[in-house]
């Protein structure tokens, strides 16, 4: 029985563990470029991997850290698309949008890692390839819960922010 409940458990968070097209794109293609035509990052190779494998685990624990959070204020079955609450605490007070930044660490830390300067491009190619859809989902959750998420983008950064703003 346990294995059955954690086989459902799994399986929920595989079908609301959110793929941004743009960053699976921009992953491939940083991948191809450095087969098709190789260009190093310079330094150590020893210091790629270390900041490579810090970006990747900061990356995949923001996007666990948002999943968590998310389906701590779910009521029923854990559906990412259609929120039933506005969540604003844990990772979402860091960034409306701790997915996709985790998503983007994971890009920087994969092409980091592997030692292919390709990431440059491809990574900003892809954040701005996924803004204007995180611009059509920023308009349908304002439509949902009108001023508490107009207060909320207030007082949270879009992505992130190095501004630390005073409280109270």
Do not use: C
Not at 23 to 46: E, K, V, Y
Request: charged share 15%; no cysteine.
């Amino acid at each position: 029985m346990a294995t059955v409940s954690r086989t459902a458990r799994l399986r929920e968070v595989y079908e609301n563990l959110p793929l941004p097209p743009g960053q699976l794109t921009g992953l491939a293609l940083d991948f191809i470029l450095d087969r098709i035509r190789p260009a190093p990052l310079p330094g150590f190779r020893s210091l790629h991997r270390f900041a490579g494998s810090g970006l990747v685990l900061a990356g995949v624990g923001l996007n666990l850290w948002a999943l968590a959070e998310r389906r701590h204020h779910s009521t029923g079955a854990f559906v990412l698309e259609q929120p039933e609450v506005l969540v604003t605490s844990g990772a979402y007070a860091l960034t409306r949008h701790p997915m996709y930044v985790g998503w983007w660490f994971i890009h920087a830390g994969t092409g980091t890692l592997s030692g292919s300067a390709w990431v440059l491009a491809t990574l900003p190619a892809a954040v701005l390839a996924e803004h204007f859809g995180v611009l059509r989902e920023e308009a349908a959750t304002a439509a949902i819960f009108g001023q508490s998420y107009a207060e909320y983008a207030e007082r949270v950064p879009r992505y992130l922010s190095f501004h630390f703003r005073k409280t109270g």
